[in-house]
């Protein structure tokens, strides 16, 4: 009887044990059915941040033989040509970009550059040496402020057009090395040596001159 107990009672503990047992496996494996999905969520987000994140090299400066691309507009990211440029139009807004990696740097605004091309007869010699074709490009960031440079209008002090940074009004001679004609800018705009491979403009070298602004804003 008391065997006959006990045997209920172990058959008793074995069915529960089993069951428990059971339950504990069910739950092991539903544990790493979830662990499984919570890995590969995270493998998926991580693998999302790393897609959103800027390209190595993106905001680094300018760097000797990167292409110069459109930073605006319908042609946004195409290598500019000489051809894109007339004479006397106004500046085109480019980013340089490496042309080994194709990674455009744009992830630092420090790199927007102004494109011209003025008659080579209007520069001035220093101007005209870092030119190609009277094509020549600076930083396009206010030495003032730092504000973008966005217009191209005719000088408040002159009748030349000259570049102008609408946040206080200063003006930059391009002709002249983008040296400050009007306002409160407290030097020219950084320029970029330029040279022309089968037709398209890349970068000679680095920045001449500081970019960026002297105050804050
Ligand atoms: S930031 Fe350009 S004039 Fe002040």
């Not at 890349?202 to 602004?213: E, L």
């Amino acid at each position: 009887m008391s065997s006959a107990s006990f045997n209920t009672t172990s058959s008793f503990s074995d069915n529960t044990a089993e069951s428990e047992a059971g339950a504990c496996t069910e739950q092991t494996r539903r544990a790493l059915l979830i662990g499984a999905l919570v890995t590969t969520t995270c493998l998926a987000c991580s693998t999302q941040v790393r897609a959103g994140e800027d390209p190595p090299g993106s905001d680094e400066r300018p760097q000797k033989g990167d292409l110069l691309v459109f930073s605006e507009g319908d042609q946004e990211g195409k290598v500019i040509t000489a051809a894109d440029l007339s004479p006397g139009s106004p500046p085109v807004h480019a980013w340089p970009k490496d042309p080994k990696t194709s990674v455009v740097r744009s992830a630092s605004r420090l790199n927007e550059i102004l494109i011209i091309r003025l008659d080579p007869a209007e520069l001035d010699e220093q101007t005209r040496a870092r030119a190609v074709d009277g094509i020549i490009a600076y930083s396009a960031i206010c030495s003032h402020a730092g504000c973008p440079v966005t217009a191209w209008v005719k000088s408040d002090v002159g009748d030349k057009e000259v570049f102008k940074c609408m946040c206080h009004n200063s003006e930059y001679d391009p002709r002249a090395g983008a040296q400050v004609v009007f306002g409160p800018a407290p030097r020219r705009l950084a320029a970029l040596p330029l040279t022309l491979t089968e037709s398209s403009l890349s970068v000679a070298g680095n920045f001449v001159g500081k970019v960026g602004g002297a105050q804050p804003g």
